[in-house]
């Protein structure tokens, strides 16, 4: 069993930034492949980025050059950092974590609000 947890959300005007952190509660995160999708209102849940076990990572197009996700397993936590962010940003964000196997477990998201 995985449970994930997210924290960092918040309130932020354009052009600011947040980071976001899901702690894993696992013996360790270093088998897990992890990542990070948004949903926002009305909308259907999307890819954000990707980490892999190896730490190759993968983004979205609109967040290319924005956001950076990162892990640190010694701390069973993976972050996302994301800069110049834009009222379409706004959304709820969840950490996803995918065993060997391939099974996935999701945390309950935080809110991420960035106003114009």
């Known amino acids: 069993q995985v449970q994930l947890a997210e924290s960092g959300g918040g309130l932020v005007q354009a052009g600011g930034s947040l980071r976001l952190s899901c702690v894993v509660s696992?013996?360790?995160?270093?088998?897990?492949?992890m990542g990070w999708y948004r949903q926002a209102p009305g909308k259907e849940r999307d890819l954000v980025a990707v980490?892999?076990?190896?730490?190759?990572?993968r983004y979205a197009d609109s967040m290319k050059g924005r956001f950076t996700i990162s892990r640190d397993d010694a701390k069973n936590t993976v972050y996302l950092q994301m800069n110049s962010l834009e009222p379409e940003d706004t959304a709820v964000y969840y950490c996803?974590?995918?065993?060997?196997?391939?099974?996935?477990?999701w945390g309950q998201g935080t809110q991420v609000t960035v106003t114009s």
């Open positions: 996803n974590a995918e065993t060997i196997l391939g099974r996935q477990y």
């Open positions: 696992r013996r360790t995160s270093s088998g897990l492949n």
């Open positions: 980490i892999s076990r190896s730490g190759s990572t």
